[in-house]
Structure formats: structure tokens, C-alpha cells
T-cell receptor
Framework: KAGVTQTPRYLIKTRGQQVTLSCSPISGHRSVSWYQQTPGQGLQFLFEYFSETQRNKGNFPGRFSGRQFSNSRSEMNVSTLELGDSALYLC?????????????FGPGTRLTVT | GENVEQHPSTLSVQEGDSAVIKCTYSDSASNYFPWYKQELGKRPQLIIDIRSNVGEKKDQRIAVTLNKTAKHFSLHITETQPEDSAVYFCAASNRDDKIIFGKGTRLHILP
């Protein structure tokens, strides 16, 4: 089976712009979670989508949003970018059923905001 | 609130010695505890996980132990090798089935 893929791998944006990142889960996985990874802060949970619905949400401002399509692919959007949004954004997929927690990560999108 | 604390943040061990990384969690409803290894420039990889109905799990040189009463769980790596050098993350599920991660431990294996 193909692993989790993310596009693009690298992005450079300017403050105030917006950005959309994409994640394609492992075939058959219905849950996609997004994480922000910065040095010293580990992996911070953004949100989780399951069957096209946001099932869980972390403590990030409303500038961060996401969606999931019927084929389980997910996108996250960050509007009005700030310098502090520079980070590695990782998505992880899992089967998503109750107790089916095992998550597999994509390679990430490295976002740099200047 | 939900929280996973991980210690130490950095750990150096001599090749061949054992390494232990410890985590604590706050949500008594947590029932799934994975460990991830992230090598430089790569994605986190699931290396072992344990559920709350089990106290210990072993896979070759890696073992995880869980103490539900104390809300502690630990990763043990024996006979460490240079390829064990990486950042290790513990995590715990919470009552909403979110996976909450610790801040990571950078493990250095010294020659």
C-alpha cells in the first residue's frame, strides 16, 4: 500500500498571504489528523477529520481550517499568515474507527513565512 | 486539561547501553500509548504502542511499560546502536480519542 503523501513539500509565503496544504491518506484510512511541528514544541494537534466531518479540534486560532473530501483526502488552510506559522505541518492517517488509533504520518510540508 | 509530559528532553548514552524515556499523562480515560521515532529530516514512525489493558509490551530491543495507577509509561531501548539516534515522541489518547504528544526526547548514541 502507498503511504501517506503530502503536497507541496516546501512552501515559502509572505505574511498576510494564505496557504493550502494537501494530504492523501493510506488507502482505506478514513481519518486524517493534522499537526504542527516546531522546534521545542513537539507535535501540536490542529484538527482531525473523519468521514468528511471535523471530529476533533486543537487550540489553534480560526485562521487554521481544514476539510476532508469523499475520497478521504484532506486539505488544511491557513489564512493571514504570521511569522510564527513557520513550521513543519504533518498529517497522519488512521482507520479511524473506535479504538483504531494507529496513525501513520506523511513526510510533511515545510512552510516558511517571511 | 490534557497533557503529556516527557523526560528527559535530551539523553546521551554509550553505544551498547540502555536508554529509558519516561512520560506521564493526565487524562484518566487515556487508553492508547504510542511511541514514535523521528530521524533527522524524516517523518515520525510508529515503533511500538501499548493499550491500557496491558502492562508491558516488547519488540526485540524495544519495550514499553505502563503504570495506569501512576499514569506513567516508559520506553526502554536495550543494546543501543548508532541507528537509534533520533527524536522519540510519546503520546496518549484522550477521552475524545485525540492523540496528544509529548515534546520529544533527543537521543544521542555515543560511540
Amino acid at each position: 500500500k502507498a503511504g501517506v503523501t503530502q503536497t507541496p513539500r516546501y512552501l515559502i509565503k509572505t505574511r498576510g498571504q494564505q496557504v493550502t496544504l494537501s494530504c492523501s491518506p493510506i488507502s482505506g484510512h478514513r481519518s486524517v489528523s493534522w499537526y504542527q511541528q516546531t522546534p521545542g514544541q513537539g507535535l501540536q494537534f490542529l484538527f482531525e477529520y473523519f468521514s468528511e466531518t471535523q471530529r476533533n479540534k486543537g487550540n489553534f486560532p480560526g485562521r487554521f481550517s481544514g476539510r476532508q473530501f469523499s475520497n478521504s483526502r484532506s486539505e488544511m488552510n491557513v489564512s493571514t499568515l504570521e511569522l510564527g506559522d513557520s513550521a513543519l505541518y504533518l498529517c497522519a492517517s488512521s482507520l479511524g474507527g473506535r479504538g483504531q488509533y494507529e496513525q501513520y504520518f506523511g513526510p510533511g510540508t515545510r512552510l516558511t513565512v517571511t | 486539561g490534557e497533557n503529556v509530559e516527557q523526560h528527559p528532553s535530551t539523553l546521551s548514552v554509550q553505544e551498547g547501553d540502555s536508554a529509558v524515556i519516561k512520560c506521564t499523562y493526565s487524562d484518566s480515560a487515556s487508553n492508547y500509548f504510542p511511541w514514535y521515532k523521528q530521524e533527522l529530516g524524516k517523518r515520525p514512525q510508529l515503533i511500538i504502542d501499548i493499550r491500557s489493558n496491558v502492562g508491558e509490551k516488547k519488540d526485540q530491543r524495544i519495550a514499553v511499560t505502563l503504570n495506569k495507577t501512576a499514569k506513567h509509561f516508559s520506553l526502554h531501548i536495550t543494546e543501543t546502536q548508532p541507528e537509534d539516534s533520533a527524536v522519540y515522541f510519546c503520546a496518549a489518547s484522550n477521552r475524545d480519542d485525540k492523540i496528544i504528544f509529548g515534546k520529544g526526547t533527543r537521543l544521542h548514541i555515543l560511540p
